[in-house]
T-cell receptor
């Protein structure tokens, strides 16, 4: 899958706890994205990065933060998980930021109880 | 009203049938129109994309865009059980990508 690894693949956590999801790439692509996928909503962009330490918000960024200290790793943190953040999270990478060139990871299924 | 509307299905058809999947949209500024396939428990993968009205063909798949009606379609000919998946449309404007909710397709052997 184009050198993208998401970890963990599954996680159950309690409301109010912090959670960090990791996206690791071996393609040396500049752009990395975090999406969430919920029934009836398709994919929605949470945050994206256009380089090391360069990040910006997407359409559903409230309650999430990101960090990118190395080209290959993009971390998504839920500061205090809520049940509304139960979702499937996908990481995507793109060499030039062109959507038609983006590849997606396998996803992380997060359940907040 | 969502910018991109897509019937969630499921759509169930017999093997060998022609499948038609559709999306409607409201933003006339959309520039690129994409179709993704997503197998269960996997990430989306790009099938086809186009940026103009008309048809684009790739093997058994044909993508059609009608900008005047704000309507896009994906046709699958000679459908196979391996085509069973969720198909998502997505459209881009500037640096945004807006997704449909996906249609679940089931091809019965």
């Amino acid at each position: 899958d184009a050198g993208i690894t998401q970890s963990p693949r599954h996680k159950v956590t309690e409301t109010g706890t912090p959670v960090t999801l990791r996206c690791h790439q071996t393609e040396n692509h500049r752009y990395m994205y975090w999406y969430r996928q919920d029934p009836g909503h398709g994919l929605r962009l949470i945050h994206y990065s256009y380089g090391v330490k360069d990040t910006d918000k997407g359409e559903v960024s409230d309650g999430y933060s990101v960090s990118r200290s190395k080209t290959e790793d993009f971390l998504l943190t839920l500061e205090s998980a809520t049940s509304s953040q139960t979702s499937v999270y996908f990481c995507a990478i793109s060499e030039s930021g062109i959507f038609t060139e983006a590849f997606f990871g396998q996803g992380t299924r997060l359940t907040v109880v | 009203q969502k910018e991109v509307e897509q019937d969630p299905g499921p759509l169930s058809v017999p093997e060998g049938a022609i499948v038609s999947l559709n999306c409607t949209y409201s933003n006339s500024a959309f520039q690129y129109f994409m179709w993704y396939r997503q197998y269960s428990r996997k990430g989306p993968e790009l099938l086809m994309y186009t940026y103009s009205s008309g048809n684009k063909e790739d093997g058994r798949f044909t993508a059609q865009v009608d900008k005047s009606s704000k309507y896009i379609s994906l046709f699958i000919r000679d459908s196979q059980p391996s085509d069973s998946a969720t198909y998502l449309c997505a459209m881009s404007v500037d640096y945004q990508l807006i997704w449909g909710a996906g249609t679940k397709l089931i091809i019965k052997p």
